[in-house]
């Protein structure tokens, strides 16, 4: 069975960077799309970048656009997000999700596996 793992998140100034990654086990992400969502207290679940199998398409949220990159390295079956100009409404815990295919910066299908997530707090 696929299990993913977040890490990297932590406590960061606004304008700093963190990056976060989705390592997965149990099973090959080369056939999935793969997503990273967001949800701060209080809030719905939100989609952040979703990143197709080949990794050659990429799709963001306005939100985050500019300042987030979304990446894959199929040979470490981990998918990463590189976050840099951060702001104190980026403030949520981060979670990757494995899907069939990306529609914008979502995943939608099977297997639909969540981790665990990772918190990110931006603040000085």
């Known amino acids: 069975q696929l299990q993913l793992v977040e890490s990297g998140g932590g406590l960061v100034q606004p304008g700093g960077s963190l990056r976060l990654s989705c390592a997965a086990s149990g099973r090959t992400l080369d056939y999935y799309a793969i997503a990273w969502f967001r949800q701060a207290p209080g809030k719905e679940r939100e989609g952040v970048s979703c990143?197709?199998?080949?990794?050659?398409?990429?799709n963001y949220a306005d939100s985050v656009k500019g300042r987030f990159t979304i990446s894959r390295d199929n040979a470490k079956n981990t998918v990463y997000l590189q976050m840099n100009s951060l702001k104190p409404e980026d403030t949520a815990v981060y979670y990757c999700?494995?899907?069939?295919?990306?529609?914008?910066?979502?995943?939608?299908?099977?297997?639909?596996?969540w981790g665990q997530g990772t918190q990110v707090t931006v603040s000085s």
């Open positions: 990143i197709n199998r080949s990794g050659g398409s990429t």
């Open positions: 999700r494995v899907g069939t295919f990306c529609s914008g910066y979502v995943t939608y299908g099977p297997p639909g596996y």
